[in-house]
């Protein structure tokens, strides 16, 4: 049985002020595990990367990359096609501009 967010390859980053609050990420899917009450919550950010086709716009990765800022409001960036960020543990996402070769340069 499955205990805590990320599955097997995913990144797992602690709250920077809660440690009670774990955030982890795979195959597209993001959540914040709470480790005192066990509670999970699934974002709507997108489907599963073995999901369906009308997320595919988004990219997902098997293992796609984000951070948590370590000053308040601790928002959360989630990179896939588009960087993701996220005041509220990731309930709700506001989309950046698409992530190419241009805009890593």
């Known amino acids: 049985m499955r205990s805590g967010p990320g599955f097997e390859t995913g990144p ?3 709250h920077p002020t809660n440690a ?3 955030f982890g990420s795979c195959k597209g899917q993001f959540s914040p595990h709470e480790h005192e009450t066990g509670e999970e919550q699934h974002t709507g950010w997108g489907e599963s990367l073995y999901g369906t086709v009308a997320y595919a716009h988004l990219r ?3 293992v796609s990359p984000f951070e948590v800022s370590p000053f308040p409001p601790h928002a959360i960036y989630y990179g896939v096609a588009y960087v993701h ?3 509220d543990k990731g309930q709700r996402g ?4 698409p992530i190419s070769r241009r805009t890593l340069l």
Do not use: G, H, N, Y
């Open 85 to 87: 960020k996220t005041l």
């Open 12 to 14: 797992i980053i602690p």
């Open 94 to 97: 506001r989309r950046s501009r």
């Open 20 to 22: 009670d609050i774990v």
């Open 60 to 62: 997902f990765q098997r």
